[in-house]
C-alpha cells in the first residue's frame, strides 16, 4: 500500500501558475464569445515565429548534448553550453501547448473524428513511422544493432529510437482523446479547466512512480506530463482574440515572471549539474519557466508581428518544413557524429561547431527544398 503525499513545492507551483492565468480569464464573461470565423483558418505570424523559434531550439538542444555531457563541469565553456542549453527545454511543452491552440483556433463544432484522425495518419503518423525505418536502417548499416522486426516495431511504438521522437508518442495521445478535450472546453470555463489541469499533472507527477512502479521508463510520453500546456493551448485558440488582449496586456509581467524564473532556473541548475548540489524544488520551478517562457515569447511575438522582419521567406519556409526538420535533423546530427569518429576529430569545441553548421544548414535546407517541391506539386496537380 503506497502513501501518496504532495510536497509544499507542487503545491507553489500550482499556486504561482494560477495567479498569471487567473488574471488571464478573471474578467472573463460566462458565454465567452468564440473565435470561430474566416481569419483562423490564416497562419498568424506571432504563431509562425513561436514554432520557428522552438524549431530551431529543438535543433539546438539536440546538437549541444554531447558538449554538455562531456565538457570538464568546471569550465567556463561548460556553462556557457549549459546554460542555454538549459533554458531551451521548452520546446516540448510549447510545441504541445502550440498544437492544442492551433487545433482549436479553427473552432471545433463542425468536428468529424474519422476525417480528423485520417489526416493525423496521414501527415504525423505516416511520416513518422517511415523516419523511424530511416533510422533503424542506417544503425543497422553502421552495425549500431543487428535488424530485428520485432525492435523496429518496439521502436515505433515507444518513440525511443532517437530523442526526439518521445513527443509523437505523446502528441498522439491527445489525438485519439480529441472529443474529450472538445467536450471539457465547451462545458467547463477556461480558468477552471488550466487550474485543474495543472493539478493533474502535478499529482500525475508525484503518484504515477508508485503506481507504476520505477522500473517503468516512458513517464515522459504519458498524455499527463504534459496536459496543462495541452488545455491551456486549447482554451487560447478557442477564445483566441480574448487570449491575446490578456497577453498583451500582462506582457510586462510576464517579462518580469520569465526573466526571473531563467535566472533562477539556469543558477540552481548550474549548482545541481556542475556542482552536485541538491535542490528539491528544481523541477517545479522548471515547469513555472516553461510556463513564463510561453507567456513571455507570445507576447514578444504578439508585438513583432506588427513590424516589417527580415527574412520572413526563411521564416515562413522553415515553419512549413518544420514538422521534417523535428523528424530529420537527428538523422543528419548522427551522420556528422558518424563521420567526425571516422576522420578521428576527437576535439569537443571543433565537433560542436562542426555538428552545429552541417545539422542546421542541410536539415533546414534539404526540408525547406522538400516543402517547396511538395507545395508546387500540389498546385499542379
Known sequence: MHTFLVSKYDLITVYAVVLPINMIYSKADKNLERTENMENSKRRVEITFLNVLLCLLVIFIHVSSSPVSNLNKDSLQYLIVMVPWRLSAFVVQGFIFLSGLKLFLKGCDNFNYGVFIKKRLKTILLPYALWVMIYYVYFCAIGYFPFSLKDYIMYLLDGSIVSPFYFIIAITQYYILMPLWILLVKKIHPAILIIGSMAIMVLAKAYLPSILGQSFRYYDRIFTTYLFYWIFGCCAGLHYEKFKTAIKRLFPLSTLLFITAAAFDACLSYGS?????????????????????????????????????????????????????????????????????????????????MRIISVYSITLSLCILYSTIKSRRKKIC
Open 273 to 353: 549539474f556542475a556542482k552536485g548540489m541538491y535542490f528539491p524544488y528544481l523541477e517545479n520551478l522548471h515547469v513555472l519557466y516553461c510556463v513564463f517562457a510561453i507567456l513571455f515569447l507570445y507576447g514578444l511575438f504578439l508585438r513583432l508581428s506588427k513590424l516589417n522582419v527580415p527574412f520572413m521567406k526563411l521564416i515562413k519556409g522553415i515553419d512549413v518544413s518544420s514538422y521534417y526538420i523535428y523528424l530529420s535533423h537527428c538523422f543528419v546530427m548522427n551522420i556528422a557524429d558518424h563521420t567526425m569518429a571516422i576522420l578521428g576529430i576527437g576535439s569537443i569545441g571543433a565537433a560542436y561547431l
